[in-house]
T-cell receptor, first 115, second 112 residues
């Protein structure tokens, strides 16, 4: 099924560990983005990419790195995990604004706990 | 800070009643979108309204947009217990990257 796939669904890390959250889409979308959602809050934009080789910072980029080597994949890296990064992470991709069916598709999320 | 602020933060109604949620935002937008999130789940896109539109309908949903007041409202008519969820507005800006920025959400409880 076409969509955005995030792995893993759940992860527990120790403070200081590193890991990569994977995100892949098969809809040939140029634009992809990462959000975090803390309990009782809305989503906050971490990083986004408008195409392969191009990334930029969102609202809360500190502590996260991204790269975009292919159109399909947009991994999010935590270099040294901190308890403050405990959150649910969502990846999203979207069609182009000029498209008549313009819209976003979200992955099902990765629940990350840093202890 | 988040672009959108929603009001109320929480809403409890009886099944069959209408639910109205409001969203205010700060900067000029290209479009505004509403999403639903069931507890612990992903986001479901409900409706998109563009800046040149004033009202849009989709089934039991009615969305209005007032760009002069930088505000939008979502009306759910004849609510059902299954509508219990958090509802978020999100704005798409005019810059070249069209970043989608979310509001803080309204938690809706529909009592059977």
């Amino acid at each position: 099924n076409a969509g955005v796939t995030q792995t893993p669904k759940f992860q527990v890390l120790k403070t200081g560990q590193s890991m990569t959250l994977q995100c892949a889409q098969d809809m040939n979308h140029e634009y992809m983005s990462w959000y975090r959602q803390d309990p009782g809050m809305g989503l906050r934009l971490i990083h986004y990419s408008v195409g392969a080789g191009i990334t930029d910072q969102g609202e809360v980029p500190n502590g996260y790195n991204v790269s975009r080597s292919t159109t399909e994949d947009f991994p999010l890296r935590l270099l040294s995990a901190a308890p403050s990064q405990t959150s649910v992470y969502f990846c999203a991709s979207r069609t182009e604004p000029r498209d008549s069916n313009y819209g976003y598709t979200f992955g099902s999320g990765t629940r990350l706990t840093v202890v | 800070s988040q672009q959108g602020e929603e009001d109320p933060q929480a809403l409890s109604i009886q099944e069959g009643e209408n639910a109205t949620m409001n969203c205010s935002y700060k900067t000029s937008i290209n479009n505004l979108q509403w999403y639903r999130q069931n507890s612990g789940r992903g986001l479901v896109h409900l409706i998109l309204i563009r800046s040149n539109e004033r009202e849009k309908h989709s089934g039991r949903l009615r969305v209005t947009l007032d760009t002069s007041k930088k505000s939008s409202s979502l009306l759910i008519t004849a609510s059902r217990a299954a509508d219990t969820a958090s509802y978020f507005c999100a704005t798409d800006g005019w810059d070249s990257s069209y970043k989608l920025i979310f509001g803080s959400g309204t938690r809706l409880l529909v009592r059977p």
